[in-house]
């Protein structure tokens, strides 16, 4: 009878002992990952290390047990400040030729070629600026060209390029649309020349001659241009003037 105790005794420290062995991954063992069942801690002098989502390992580099679970615990990041202010892009004045323009290769001069704005070259009211379109001096003419549709004014890489933009039709009984320029393209209408005659169509907007323009002073006396709605010499708004523009591409602007 004291055989058997002592038999027993021995089998509960046998079984004892495995389970503390099982309480701990050795070196270099399994210690976690999706649906691992095993210890999750090391033996002492060794540090549980994720490798994937389905492995963990025991390597050398700890004398803590370091526990693990399936799911990897996410590494912690320092938040970006938030600027205050939102830098905004500007851009700054252009200043006009300050002697006769030169032609560049690949691009024209824009001019009348009759009375009364004989040899007028088209720019912006503030030199290379967005705004009013006019017919102005030869000394401060611009130089264009027309791409897939838009007349851009200004050379590429020498200036800030601006684009012609016709202001939308909304009175059907409107005799004319003002153009103005803009550092961003027209998302309406088409600019094309025909020979060096420059014209502009729109699908939506009938009229007689598509190589129609209007000038028409403004109270500061700036020629304002205009596309004319109505045929060209008849019905002309009063205080304007009906002209065609044409390309002009002599080496320098001329008066």
Known sequence: MARGIFVTAAACAFLSTGVRSQSTAPAYGQCGGQGWTGPTTCVSGYTCQTTNQWYSQCIPGGSTPVPTS?????????????????????????????GTPTLVNG???VRAVTDPNFHKYLRSEAWGTPGDAILGDYMTSSLFRVVNGQLIQGVEGQQTLLYAVVEPKTDSAAKKLKVSWSRTPATSGTFRWSGDTLEWSDPAISRPQNNAWLVCPDAQGN???YINLGPYSYQTPAGCNDHTIHAYTGPVAVP
């Open 70 to 98: 399936s799911t990897p615990t996410p590494t912690p990041t320092t938040p970006t400040p938030t600027p205050t202010n939102t830098p905004t892009q500007t851009f700054s004045t252009p200043t006009a030729p300050s």
């Open 107 to 109: 691009y024209s001069f």
């Open 223 to 225: 020629r304002d241009v």
